[in-house]
């Protein structure tokens, strides 16, 4: 019998992996949706908890849509790879000829595809009812974009380590929500700056870097974390 | 070139326990290797050494007369690996999942091979349904199917028989005789008792 | 060299070892730790703004700064168990984590006991008190999920990772504090910050936090030695030893 030789084809697997998880999302559109009803809901629980005052609503708006949006994907990220870890194709996705990295990536990409990007598409509308001016939603859905992206990376080496627990999801919040800091502070930051009518540049290129930066190191540290879940 | 798995002073230890230690193996073109030993015994630990997922172990692998380290993408490249679960999506439909691994190998495959190998497998039929809705024995089947749609010398299966039918098993064993007469080689775990082959050979775990 | 580290991670040569540093390190932060607070509670000058109040620096200070280096400790112990495989590192990281979520806590304690005479409240949102919060969590984190493993070598690796990637995001979490702390209260005054101490403040100082250095790495060697213990209790050396002490008092 022939030995067979390593065959590249590292894009035919990656979009393959891409392909394969927005289907399996899509088929279970509630798992998509969910988060963004949570998002809305937590968003709604404010104004009732606080006050419907619009100028008090308006001055806190920034920071509350930023940390119900942070919220609302750290809650999703607990099933970004539970099921394939119950069903044993995480083992088969670690036992590919394929550089692991670029393959949990993909992975975090349709997390993000499917959670992030809906989430920033969405905060305008939450931002009306928060009475948040006009002029700062461009600014919300492109810094709640850029920023979780990194939410998911970061997160995504949370629920790598957690997932081989029965019981991870308090445990990965634990692990997670404290280095979400960094980037709530500048993504909400950039709103209050669109919303005082300064430049929201600065905030967004530091969002940016950090998007760069997680992009460099998170892969490694995915694909470590799952290798140590998988045999635990 | 020829391929050979082979397996010096193998030990883990795990948790200050030791499943195994010392074990000396090599598996070859045309050999099949059976894992025997009662439950606790380490076969799965074993297998997941073998199939190079578990790195931590003392002794030494190699393949094709290299170590384990440099020959991993050559090494995973020619491995199956059949573990406990199936490994198959329960939201996907037979030729998605079996679509999804050919890619994983780097192959597009054609729909057309994939028919043919479920309908070989005996799920013919059943290509487009939801493998949720199949039986137990059904999902196996379909990570079986893997068997025949890329061609790769070395298979690792732990507990292949599990949940399958009679006629499953007889056609699964003499899949298994055909692969390792074409000069593959097949390591396995099973309860299950094999019909005699002539190049079938055991280690045994757990017996001190 | 290799042969060095392979030796100095083996287990039983480590608690030879450390035998006899052990005792050393102890003398040391004593004599220390009672001239640094001796020194500084009762000749150091009085500040001119805070009085009396500010000696609690002679805590929070040190604390403080054994906080941030336990951190790195166990990051460098997480990467050397990752890599080399190193036993001894994990035994290292698991007595280190809960010491260095002590210290951040006392140096949270302190700084908000400080905060009373000098803001007038037990709470600020300062950069500085803020990070160390942050930091606790991140402690927190990494001590919950080495226990929430049912096989600890998984616990080891995983808490392994948590703290090597913890290691990178703090410069990143306590610069970006700092930059949202000014951004909402510019010009507060900071707790420790001072132009220019004098040398008969800033010298009992650096006594006492040479003095938690060394309380450290004591305490470290003595809790590193009981884990060895715990978890070589099935080795053949390790009996001996219980056997050879049995014998000596028999």
Redesign the interface.
């Known amino acids: 019998m022939q030995v067979v030789e390593p065959r590249t084809g590292l894009a035919v697997a990656v979009r393959a992996t891409i392909k394969r998880d927005l289907t399996l999302m899509l088929r279970r559109r509630g798992e998509v949706i969910n988060p963004l009803v949570f998002f809305a809901l937590v968003i709604t629980l404010f104004p009732l908890g606080i006050s419907p005052d619009t100028a008090l609503l308006a001055e806190i708006a920034p920071g509350l849509l930023w940390v119900a949006a942070l919220l609302a994907t750290q809650l999703s990220l607990d099933v970004l790879f539970r099921s394939d870890f119950d069903d044993g194709s995480l083992e088969q996705l670690l036992l590919a000829p394929q550089p692991l990295p670029a393959l949990v990536l993909s992975k975090v990409l349709v997390h993000w595809l499917l959670t992030g990007l809906p989430l920033a598409v969405m905060a305008p509308l939450l931002g009306i009812m928060l009475a948040l001016p006009v002029e700062s939603y461009a600014v919300l859905a492109l810094s709640l974009a850029l920023g979780s992206a990194s939410l998911s990376l970061i997160g995504a080496i949370g629920a790598a380590l957690t997932v081989g627990l029965a019981r991870g999801g308090v445990l990965l919040s634990l692990l997670v929500l404290p280095l979400y800091i960094p980037i709530l502070i500048f993504g909400a930051g950039a709103v209050q700056a669109a919303v005082l009518g300064a430049s929201a540049a600065p905030h967004l290129a530091l969002l940016g870097a950090l998007l760069a930066m997680a992009l460099m190191l998170a892969p490694w540290a995915i694909a470590a974390a799952l290798r140590i879940s998988i045999n635990g | ?3 050979r798995l082979e397996g010096r002073g193998l030990g883990c230890e ?3 326990r030791w499943l195994f230690a010392n074990l000396d193996l090599t598996v070859g ?1 045309g050999e099949m290797l059976r894992v025997e030993g009662p439950n606790g015994s380490g076969k799965t630990t074993l297998l ?1 050494i073998l ?4 790195t ?1 172990h003392d002794g030494e692998l190699r393949w ?1 007369g290299q170590p384990m380290r440099r020959s991993r ?2 090494f ?4 199956l ?1 059949l ?10 439909s037979p030729l ?1 999942n079996l ?3 050919q ?6 495959g054609s729909e057309s091979a994939r028919m043919t190998a479920l309908d070989e497998i005996g799920l013919c039929g059943f290509e487009d349904v ?1 493998v949720g809705q199949l039986s137990a024995g059904q999902q196996r089947r379909v990570a079986l199917a893997r068997m025949l749609l ?4 070395l298979w690792v299966l732990d507990e292949p028989f599990t949940a399958i039918d009679r006629q499953g098993v007889a056609a699964l064993e003499t899949r298994l005789q055909a692969h390792v007469v ?3 080689s097949v390591i396995l775990t099973t309860h299950h008792e094999l019909a005699p082959m002539a190049a079938l050979r055991r280690v045994a775990l757990g017996v001190s | 060299m290799w042969a060095f580290i392979h030796k100095l991670g083996s287990p039983k040569w480590f608690y030879a070892i450390s035998a006899r540093l052990t005792p050393w390190f102890w003398a040391a932060a004593a004599v220390l730790l009672v001239v640094g607070s001796v020194w500084g509670l009762a000749f150091a000058p009085s500040d001119y703004q805070q009085g009396n109040s500010f000696r609690i620096i002679y805590v929070h200070v040190p604390a403080a700064i054994l906080a941030q280096s336990c951190f790195a400790a166990l990051a460098v112990a997480g990467g050397i168990y990752l890599i080399w495989k190193i036993k001894l590192a994990d035994m290292a990281a698991a007595v280190i984590a809960p010491f260095g979520a002590a210290m951040t806590f006392v140096a949270l304690f302190s700084g908000a006991v400080w905060g009373v005479p000098t803001w007038g409240t037990w709470w600020v949102w300062d950069a500085r008190l803020t990070s160390m919060l942050i930091q606790l969590f991140l402690y927190f984190g990494v001590i919950a999920l080495r226990g929430a493993f049912a096989s600890r070598d998984s616990g080891a690796k995983a808490a392994s990772v948590l703290a090597l990637v913890g290691v990178v995001n703090i410069p990143i979490i306590k610069y970006s504090v700092e930059w949202w702390n000014t951004l909402h209260q510019p010009a507060t005054f900071t707790l420790t910050e001072r132009p220019a101490m004098p040398a008969d403040m800033w010298l009992p100082l650096l006594v006492m936090v040479l003095g938690f250095y060394c309380f450290f790495i004591a305490l470290t060697l003595t809790r590193t030695r009981s884990e060895i213990l715990r978890r070589e209790s099935a080795k053949r050396w390790v009996r001996d030893l219980a056997d050879g002490h049995a014998g000596g008092r028999r």
Not at chain 2, 76 to 79: D, E, Q, Y
Not at chain 2, 150 to 153: D, E, L, M, V, Y
């Open positions: 070139m020829t391929f795990r948790d200050d073109p997941k199939s190079g997922q578990l931590e094709g993408t050559t995973l490249a020619n491995l690996y573990g406990h679960a199936p490994g198959v999506k329960a939201a996907l998605e679509a999804w691994y890619a994983l190998n780097g192959e597009r939801p890329s061609p790769r010398p074409r000069g593959g």
